[in-house]
Each structure stands twice: as structure tokens, then as C-alpha cells.
Nanobody, 121 residues
Framework: QVHLVESGGGLVQAGGSLRLSCAASERTFTNPVMAWFRQAPGKEREFVAAISGNDGSTYYADSVKGRFTISRDNARDTTYLQMNSLRPEDTAVYSC??????????????WGQGTQVTVSS
């Protein structure tokens, strides 16, 4: 079982930046794939970014490429999402997720509770 807790959300003006953090409460034998998803009101949850457990490979949704950066600190069991050049359409609840094995844009058994990001125009 992996428990995830996000932090770092808030209100920011368009063009601004935020950094989200996702802390895992247990150290696991193997490093899981970590991902960020977001869900805006009235919309389906969408994949944002993911990072592999071992070699640091990263994957991004087209909508955030060049603006968002996912990273991880395995020693601290923490994953980050640096969000730059934020737009009002980035407003959503952002959740981190974890899975063991290969990369996926959808199937993650472990989820955090989410943190609200609001971008004002």
C-alpha cells in the first residue's frame, strides 16, 4: 500500500508558477512510476505527466509540454510538478498517482487526495 499526500496548490495569476509536491508515506522496495493527473469541473480526469521509477524518463501531455516539469527525489520519496506559464485552462484539482511496473497514462492503483490549482486571468 502506498499513501500519497499532495501539497503546493493555490491561486496564481496567469503567467505565474506553482510547484506541487507529492510525498509518499512508505518507502517501497522498488520505485514506482509516479504521475500527475488533473480534473477540471465538469471534465474528465486527464493525464498530465509521469516519471519512471528508475531511469528518470518523463512523459507529458501535449497541453503542458514545455511549461510543466515533473521530477522526483527518491531519497525523500517525493515527486514534484513545476508548473510555469500557467493559464486559466490549467485550473483543476491536481492529483498524484503511483503504479509499479511500466508507464501508463491511465491505470494507477494509488492516489492522493488532490490539491486545487486556480489560475486567474
Amino acid at each position: 500500500q502506498v499513501h500519497l499526500v499532495e501539497s503546493g496548490g493555490g491561486l496564481v495569476q496567469a503567467g505565474g508558477s506553482l510547484r506541487l509536491s507529492c510525498a509518499a508515506s512508505e518507502r517501497t522496495f522498488t520505485n514506482p512510476v509516479m504521475a500527475w493527473f488533473r480534473q477540471a469541473p465538469g471534465k474528465e480526469r486527464e493525464f498530465v505527466a509521469a516519471i519512471s521509477g528508475n531511469d528518470g524518463s518523463t512523459y507529458y501531455a501535449d497541453s503542458v509540454k514545455g511549461r510543466f516539469t515533473i521530477s522526483r527525489d527518491n531519497a525523500r520519496d517525493t515527486t514534484y510538478l513545476q508548473m510555469n506559464s500557467l493559464r486559466p485552462e490549467d485550473t483543476a484539482v491536481y492529483s498524484c498517482a503511483a503504479r509499479f511496473g511500466t508507464f501508463s497514462t491511465s491505470i494507477y492503483p494509488y492516489w492522493g487526495q488532490g490539491t486545487q490549482v486556480t489560475v486567474s486571468s
